[in-house]
């Protein structure tokens, strides 16, 4: 989001955008004090917190940091971060005052909006009957390393070194809470027009993977047979492939869904729109594989099932405006993979033109 104002400068409004939680200071009349940790979203020139706690148990009017606001509206928020590497510690403070914006005003609604936009749990919550705190910052002080990338908690540059395609598994269950997080994981891929052009089947059972394993071995059979492999190797690699599908204790396959995209007249148009609905598929994919592995479980892919769509909607009874497009196995190696594939040097793959 670009946030540019008077009062913030442009480092302290990149550091505040990025921050997930602040603390917004109150006082009340007689000017005692009272801080609270607030989820917050940011305007051009305004800073918006939802009032969100349980209006039965609580109203809302009632909350301390509302009576302060009511009786006094100054108030002070402050975003920072802190690390074991002092050289990365950072905060800002806004000052300013603050107000309550009730339900059905124009500038409540774009509230709403931009926070359920930052914090997705907004999504499931009626933030939109309760008033919203709307600071007007008036000053803004900052200290330390604001521009620095924060590389103190988990690194998502570790979790995509650390991944690798696995093709044996335990035979251990996977929780279908994690499963959940990694199809979490997948829906959040960027995709054309946001239209999220996938669907996702999920393959547990051993007589279901089976079926599909039995629907994807008779296409292989016939393609290895067309490239002249003798009868035995043939038959080698289809055991191979049936027990890896076998054995991953979930299979998740993604299938493309092309009714929600534009349709074009001309066939170019239409065809980059396929193009990019096959692109986003793959970063689906790669936020799947990227949670899995974050998650402690392990992952696979098999294109398998991208040479015989129609057969795989057939043996899973799936809906034929499907396609099946990739297969992931999922679940905890087992042992280290044997080989992990070397990449290129990012001069082989990299121009610079200024
Ligand atoms: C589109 C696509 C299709 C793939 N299909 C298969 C497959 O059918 N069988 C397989 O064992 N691996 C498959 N892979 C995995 C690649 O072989 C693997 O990602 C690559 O060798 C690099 O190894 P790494 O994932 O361990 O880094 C596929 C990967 C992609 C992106």
Not at 292 to 305: E, N, Q, S
Request: with cysteine; glycine share 6%; proline share 7%.
């Amino acid at each position: 989001m670009k946030v540019t104002s008077k009062i913030l400068g442009q480092e302290q409004a990149a550091f505040l955008v990025r921050q997930r939680v602040a603390r917004l200071a109150t006082a009340d009349g007689e000017g005692k004090p009272h801080a609270v940790p607030v989820c917050f979203a940011m305007a051009r020139s305004s800073i918006y917190i939802a009032l969100d706690e349980k209006p039965k148990d609580v109203p809302v009017s009632r909350l301390k940091r509302v009576r302060n606001i009511l009786e006094n509206p100054d108030v002070a928020l402050i975003a920072d971060r802190y690390t074991e590497d002092w050289g990365l510690l950072a905060f800002v403070m806004v000052r300013g005052s603050a107000e309550l914006l009730d339900p059905g005003t124009g500038e409540h609604t774009e509230a709403v909006r931009l926070l359920r936009g930052k914090y997705h749990q907004y999504e499931a919550m009626r933030i939109e009957e309760n008033p919203i705190i709307a600071i007007r910052p008036e000053r803004a002080t900052s200290w330390g390393a604001l521009d620095e990338p924060d590389t103190s908690g988990p690194q998502i540059l570790d979790t995509i070194h650390g991944r690798r395609s696995v093709r044996r598994y335990l035979p251990k269950e996977v929780p279908e809470d994690l499963v959940e997080r990694v199809l979490e994981a997948a829906r959040w891929a960027p995709s054309p027009h946001g239209r999220q052009p996938w669907r996702f089947a999920v393959l547990t059972r051993e007589a279901t993977k089976e079926r599909l394993a039995d629907a994807m071995g008779e296409e292989w059979r016939a393609n290895l047979e067309m490239d002249g492999q003798n009868a035995e190797i043939v038959e080698r690699r289809l055991e191979g492939s049936r027990r890896r599908l076998r054995d991953a204790p979930v299979l998740v396959l993604i299938c493309l869904y092309l009714e929600d995209l534009d349709a074009y007249s001309d066939a170019e148009r239409q065809r980059g729109e396929t193009t990019m609905a096959v692109q986003s598929l793959g970063a689906a994919a790669q936020n799947a594989l990227l949670a899995a592995y974050d998650l402690g479980l392990d992952a696979g892919w098999m294109c398998a099932p991208l040479y015989c769509p129609e057969k795989v909607v057939e043996a899973l009874g799936l809906d034929p405006g499907l396609v099946p497009h990739a297969l992931l196995t999922l679940g905890y190696a087992d042992g280290d993979p044997p080989k992990r594939r070397p990449r290129r040097p990012l001069d082989d793959l990299v121009v610079y033109r200024d």
